[in-house]
């Protein structure tokens, strides 16, 4: 795999699937406070996801970044103000409904223990299905096409506590594809792997996103990979929205220095134009390194 | 029971759909996906085993015990009974009446402990985790001590309620905060109902020998000296209970992925868990007034099942309700068996020949693990 996205080579051509290719669905947080117990961690956030699009929350650690995502897809009802779904306040919707529109994978996820990758992507079709009704053809068919577009179907037998960390976090984005949701929260999916496996499911997240249509929100700690993937940009600091954008335009050395304390020089990714941040570093100026453009 | 089960998940090697959509993977033989993995075998055939282990047992206790009883006597007792018979009336007055508390106390009991272990997300919590068996064995003290009860079926009613009461009191305390339940708050909620409990009856027992002479052979746990007249009124709630159990095992295969993971899939978690949580209470509680407080059927009887047919609790939910009666009956079997004309509680039994199946299972998982 080579880490180099060639801007020539056409992305692979996926197979036609039993999945839907939903309608953009509309997301949107008006107002939003979310609060841990007595703690309020996100302060009236005003946010709107482009549907069709990647956005990517990034923020320094403890800024709200992951509650946001979380009140985004239900897991935390707001201490004030909405997230509407499609025009619908999601608190007002059936949990059901809301999974058949929206998929949320939290942070490191955990398999139950001895589980296939075949059964654990089946999990996915739990909005689907009834108490007691059956497997069906459909089922089937959608964990087929998820393990086909993740790229796993050679895994589907294996153990999941067998596969290496990559491996895994792509099973996990397969059982998002076989619930079939319009949209893909994501929380942190490259924490804990390698820069080579980081970009491998950043890829095939880009992927699904530019062939199906999947509106894909995440949190990423890296900032350069972030403005690498990211449509739409969305700087946190202490539970409000810095700035929001598309990267080239949000993400500066001031911005940088607002947002995580850092100072930084922000250079064009000599790859694809997008802004790439170089930390200047305290040791690096105390010795003499850092050339005479640095801060 | 009419529950239709769903059987397996998507087949173990799908291949890419051909474009068409009509091209099923793999058929059912190669696509039990449930029983994917190593060294497991596919739920059906797992029913049809126990099916028949269930027969054997259920013969076995009509026919062994002080007295053996030909399987022919035992035959002619059910059908065709003779006045007078002493074969008979041992069949029909003593062995009939165990074999069904056996039956119904076992389902009970490895239902319950599959729902415990999975709705706690606790390898090791057993039906007794809630506090439930702490709260029953106190009415039962209650009703020695304070009432001078002493019959089982006079026990039933306080045993029941004590469990009501414990379920209800853990549950409670466990949703203060605001997270509401969570499996850790349960499991340290129950195990602090249950020192309560266990600290009362303590001083009760040492106190009060007559009370500790009675309670000690309930306490025990045991299908012996039960009239059938005890299984009607518990019946009803057992049946409801298990329903709900079989009912339970998408909530709880949604429920071991994390509940985040749950929530995203449109489960509502805090419902599910109440769900899960009535018809632990259900199970358990009528299981403990049946056959005391044997918590250890329900600790083993998941784990068996889990090795056998792997995580998904749809299929684990339904072994552990066949395979709980079987150790049930077997331990009674064998206690009757191992000390004749004498017999040892099934309760005890059970601990016996559950604990070294539990530590080949552990160590197995380990082997597997490492």
């Not at chain 1, 795999?1 to 997301?27: C, F, G, I, K, R």
């Not at chain 1, 809301?98 to 992507?121: C, F, N, R, S």
């Not at chain 1, 909005?127 to 068919?141: E, K, L, T, Y």
């Not at chain 2, 049946?290 to 995580?311: S, T």
């Amino acid at each position: 795999m080579s880490l180099v996205a060639d801007p020539e080579t056409p992305v692979a051509h996926l197979p036609v699937d039993a999945l839907q290719h939903h309608d953009p669905v509309s997301l949107v947080a008006r107002g939003v406070s979310l609060a841990y117990d007595q703690r309020t961690v996100v302060h009236g956030v005003d946010l709107a996801i482009p549907a069709g699009a990647v956005t990517v929350i990034v923020g320094a650690n403890g800024c709200g970044k992951s509650t946001l995502l979380r009140g985004l897809g239900r897991i935390l009802k707001p201490t004030s103000g909405t997230v509407e779904l499609g025009g619908r306040d999601v608190q007002r919707m059936r949990p059901r409904e809301v999974a058949g529109l929206l998929g949320l994978l939290p942070q490191q996820p955990v398999a139950p223990e001895g589980i296939t990758v075949a059964d654990l992507v089946g999990r996915g079709r739990h909005p689907h299905q009834g108490a007691f009704r059956r497997w069906s053809a459909a089922d089937a068919d959608a964990v087929a096409t998820a393990l086909a577009l993740t790229d796993t179907q050679d895994l589907a037998g294996r153990r999941v506590e067998e596969l290496s960390g990559g491996q895994r976090q792509r099973v996990w984005v397969a059982l998002m594809l076989a619930q079939d949701p319009s949209i893909m929260l994501l929380d942190e999916p490259t924490t804990y792997l390698d820069i080579a496996h980081q970009v491998d499911v950043l890829e095939l997240l880009a992927e699904l996103n530019e062939e199906r249509g999947t509106t894909v929100v995440m949190v990423l700690h890296e900032l350069n990979l972030a403005a690498r993937y990211a449509d739409h940009l969305v700087v946190m600091c202490e539970g409000r929205v810095l700035r929001e954008g598309a990267p080239a335009d949000v993400l500066d050395a001031a911005c940088v220095q607002e947002a995580f304390g850092l100072d930084a020089q922000v250079v064009a990714d000599p790859v694809t134009g997008s802004p790439l941040v170089v930390p200047v570093g305290r040791r690096a100026v105390r010795r003499g390194r850092a050339l005479d453009t640095a801060v | 029971m009419s529950v239709v089960l769903e059987p397996a998940t998507p087949p173990s090697g799908p291949n890419r759909t051909d474009p068409s959509g009509s091209g099923r993977p793999p058929g059912p033989s190669s696509g039990g996906g449930s029983a994917s993995g190593s060294g497991r075998i596919s739920g059906p055939v797992a029913v049809a085993f126990l099916v028949v282990g269930l027969l054997l047992v259920s013969l076995a206790s009509l026919v062994w015990g002080a007295r053996d009883v030909a399987p022919s006597a035992v035959w002619d007792a059910l059908v065709a009974p003779v006045a007078g018979d002493n074969d008979h009336l041992v069949v029909r007055d003593l062995r009939v009446p165990r074999t069904l508390i056996g039956l119904v106390g076992g389902a009970a009991l490895g239902a319950a402990g599959a729902l415990m272990q999975g709705v706690t997300r606790n390898p090791i919590a057993d039906p007794g985790l809630l506090g439930i068996n702490a709260g029953a064995s106190l009415a039962v003290i209650v009703a020695i001590a304070g009432f001078g009860i002493g019959s089982t079926s006079g026990y039933l009613w306080f045993a029941f309620a004590g469990a009501a009461v414990a379920a209800v009191v853990v549950y409670g305390a466990a949703s203060l905060g605001w997270e509401g339940v969570t499996p850790v708050k349960l499991a340290l909620v129950g195990a602090a109902f249950t020192a309560t409990c266990t600290s009362v009856i303590t001083v009760v027992l040492l106190t009060d020998t007559r009370t500790l002479g009675e309670y000690r052979f309930w306490q025990v746990g045991s299908l012996a000296n039960r009239p059938l007249d005890v299984l009607g009124p518990v019946l009803p709630f057992v049946v409801v209970g298990l329903v709900l159990a079989l009912a339970a095992g998408r909530v709880l295969n949604a429920l071991a992925l994390g509940d985040d993971v749950a929530r995203g899939l449109g489960q509502d978690v805090v419902r599910g868990r109440l769900l899960i949580v009535t018809a632990v209470v259900l199970l358990c509680g009528s299981a403990v007034s049946l056959v005391g407080p044997i918590a250890f059927v329900g600790l083993v009887v998941p784990h068996v099942a889990r090795a056998v047919v792997g995580p998904d609790y749809r299929w684990i939910v339904l072994l552990s309700t066949l395979l709980g009666p079987v150790l049930l009956l077997a331990a009674d079997v064998a206690g009757r068996l191992v000390v004749r004309p004498s017999e040892l509680e099934a309760g005890l039994v059970v601990a016996v020949i559950g604990a070294p199946v539990l530590i080949a299972l552990v160590r197995r998982s380990r082997a597997v693990a490492a």
